[in-house]
């Protein structure tokens, strides 16, 4: 299959990092590249051109220039001397490339891989390493020398002896890279027969950026060039590991899973905790429970809204099960998050009416048969004093008062009543109640969903898993999707209304509505918006798009529908079958366009008649084909006209 090369090396490794260099600077941020099938044994006229022409062009850039003084280098000086590496005797590779090209004004040609790393470590003026992971028998571990690695001798260089404590790149007791990013050992060198490659580009929070665009660079070259899709990812001192290498089958739909859970989400727990959960519950042979609590207010369903049901109901069709938690408890607490003052708390009738309007919405997205549904009174409502005092133990008026809400609000010296501090608790406890294992919500819910994980560490369970969904702007591309600003697509629209309003959305938004309004996969995602990115129309995408979303709430038949209709009003200019009829009054002594204005307005198709006539206006009118800024001159016949106000409201008039 061209563009694809399947590894079948001997096991799945890990890039890892130690938490030690990990803190380095305000933490580390090294992007990874991995490719396979790569070959490095041929001339390439490319990697050549792109190599000479950047040197070329740095020659001149540093010309004259003390490289000390360049701050992309300072940040790794001052990284390698925290770790007690004298930068000036051992330089980061970058420096030592820099030094050289600013000496001799050339830089020599290895292979095409090496060439193609030395060229992107130049441009962005970064630490890249290329490791051969055929060579590699172990983990590839950034770490401090141990005992047993110094007593190799194949870890010395030019009598400089490794020493306990020296920061390495390291595979088992074999060092590939002596003193972190300073010179790579023969052990880690690539031939002209390695083809599988591991490409670290290391840096930190202060570079992320940079390293973001030495990492998409790299991977759009390797495509560009060995027509190779490369796996990428980042290690932070968040996330101290990368998976690559060859996986068994159960390996590879864990990390499918994985990859699903994760498309579109804005944070969530580390990959390392979440491939555990993932694996001990496969091995368990067990669903996970994925939690959501719903606040009670009701509201009507919009793809705002649908964002974290599409997501646990694609977990749901990886074999998980939902827990839907009604806050019936809470909900007569009120949650203040994001409010200067407390919520009205409900009812319990209150409650139970929105809640259930909420699920008869929520069983149109996700699945009824595979979903758990409490109210949390059922725990709640049962505590005792002395429970509530315990569970109030598990956190400090401290860490409460890190709530942003909380905070302001005591600081500004609103009102905060002591009863409000219980909600977080009380969700958190639901997390307890119920076992869950995973807990979604919005990036508002951060802190809430948090002490979910400490409480449950309190009580003795393993912590849950947290998601949180990004909120997602409406058809203007702007705000918060929300029906009071008029940008919102809702669920039980019409099919050809949903169509139309998602074609709508800035052509920026098309791969964020893939990935948190469509069930569609990571990598079929990621394959559109290459095409994207290699100059594909925006139009056709979003056509693909519009069809997705529109399947999801009304079916194939309606899509399809949905879809010719735009095709033909939008794009040939048709008049639509269902173009609504506008039967307007034939009266003496009024004119036939003021009529039709009327008429509009009491059919409830426009909310005035200043609105009606502005359009024509403005220029926005046609009538049967010609166009009308003058609504005095319309004359309506026997026959059948056809009004066009607007890009897309087409009616039929008559008398």
Known sequence: MDGFFFYEGRFAMFFRV????????????????????????????????LLKSVVEETAKKIEGQNLKTLDTLNIYREAMKSLGIHSSKFPCSIEAILARISKKGEFPLISPVVDLGNYISIKYNVPVGVHDIDSLDDDLFVRLATVDDCKDEGNQYDGDKLVEGEPVYAVGNSVRTRRWLWRQMPAGRVTENSTNFIFP????????????????????RIREIFH??????????DELEFRFGSMTDEEKAIEDQIAIMLKGVAQYTTVSQIRKKV?????????????????????DIHLGHSVVLRKIRQMQDLGHVAVIIIGDFTGMIGD??????????????????????YMAQIFKIIDKDRTEVYYNSEWLGKMSFADVIELASKCTVARMLERDDFNNRYTNHQPLSVHEFFYPLMQAYDSVAIRADIELGGTDQTFNILMGRNIQRDYGQEPQLTLFMPLLEGIDGKEKMSKSLGNYIGISEAPAVIFEKVMKIPDAMIIKYFNLCTDLH???????????EAGANPRDIKMILAREITTLYAGDEAAVEAELR????????????????????????VSDGNQLVTALVREGYYGSKSQIRRIFQQGGATWDN?????????????????LKLGKSNFFRVRF
């Open 18 to 49: 130690d938490k030690k260099i990990a803190a380095v600077q305000d933490g580390i941020y090294t992007g990874v590249v991995v490719a396979y099938g790569l070959d490095n044994q041929n001339s390439c006229a490319k990697t050549t051109t």
């Open 626 to 642: 010609e166009r009308v800024t003058d609504i005095q001159t319309l004359q309506i016949t026997n026959e059948e006209h056809i």
């Open 228 to 237: 190779i899709e490369a796996e990428s990812g980042k290690i932070t001192s």
């Open 201 to 220: 580009i290391d840096g930190f929070v202060g570079n992320k950026e940079t390293i973001d665009a030495a990492c998409d660079e790299l991977i759009a």
């Open 336 to 357: 203040p998050t994001g409010k200067s003052a407390t919520r009205k708390q409900l009812t319990r009738v209150q409650v139970e009416e929105n809640a259930n309007t």
């Open 566 to 589: 735009f095709k033909s009003v939008f794009q040939q200019n048709q008049i639509p079958d269902d173009a609504p009829i506008v039967l307007v009054d034939s009266c003496d002594g």
């Open 279 to 299: 694996s001990d519950a496969v091995k368990g042979n067990r669903p996970l429970r994925i939690k959501l609590g719903l606040d009670p207010s009701a509201p």
């Open 522 to 532: 990571p990598a079929k995602v990621a394959e559109l918006q290459r095409k994207l």
